[in-house]
């Protein structure tokens, strides 16, 4: 039972440039979350979806960043226009979404911007 | 909203030693309140949970407790190893259908052989 999957482990771009990232979740789970966590500091949650919706973006720039959860496929985050700000690690996790259910992160994305 | 406020934020112990780590929370609504592990590079790897039912939990050398009055948890490791030596995250979230996680800040482990 493969676990949460992140990919690309790293990416680069240049400033103005668009990122995409992707996370498939475990085996069974429905429920997706992004987190971002910058160098020596905790996660902080960004969005919550569920297959074809988004049901929690409280934590996402109004701006530049997008997520989707399409019915087939990864979960895709898209940062937009990249600046030297959004230099981070983007975590997934995944969750079987009833009640308090554990939530498994991937091994996470690592953003540089240049 | 919910402020998670984690101590300390490094700890030093001799290998054997016992290491505990404190999480306040601030929503008395919150309800699930999960620990990760995270060693250099990697994911962040979840080792005990609680849920607000209870108000102690255990598994092998690691025990996590919960006072809901105070709205503070704590983890216990006992007879700490060198492959303990990691960032320890507390959480916590409410079960509103909003299941969003708040983490503290960490707090870097170091056990010494």
């Known amino acids: 039972n493969a676990g949460v999957m992140q990919n690309p482990r790293h990416l680069v771009r240049r400033r103005g440039q668009e990122a995409r990232l992707r996370c498939s979740p475990m085996k069974g789970h429905s429920h997706v979350y992004w987190y971002r966590q910058l160098p020596e500091e905790g996660l902080k949650f960004m969005v919550y979806?569920?297959?074809?919706?988004?049901?929690?973006e409280s934590g996402m720039p109004k701006e530049r960043f997008s997520a989707e959860f399409p019915k087939e496929g990864p979960s895709i985050l898209r940062i937009q226009q990249v600046v030297r700000g959004d230099s981070a690690a983007y975590f997934c996790?995944?969750?079987?979404?009833?009640?308090?259910?554990?939530?498994?992160f991937g091994d996470g994305t690592r953003l540089s911007i240049l | 909203g919910e402020n998670v406020e984690q101590h300390p934020s490094t700890l030093s112990v001799q290998e054997g030693d016992s290491a505990v780590i404190k999480c306040t929370y601030s929503?008395?609504?919150?309800?699930?309140f999960p620990w990760y592990k995270q060693e250099l590079g990697k994911r962040p790897q979840l080792i005990i949970d609680i849920r607000s039912n209870v108000g102690e939990k255990k598994d092998q050398r690691i025990a996590v407790t919960l006072n809901k009055t105070a709205k503070h948890f704590s983890l216990h490791i006992t007879e700490t190893q060198p492959e303990d030596s990691a960032v320890y995250f507390c959480a916590a979230s409410n079960n509103t259908g909003f299941q969003k996680l708040v983490f503290g800040t960490g707090t870097r482990l170091l056990v010494s052989p």
């Open positions: 979806l569920q297959k074809e919706n988004i049901i929690d």
């Open positions: 996790a995944s969750s079987l979404g009833q009640g308090n259910q554990p939530q498994h």
């Open positions: 929503d008395s609504a919150s309800n699930y």
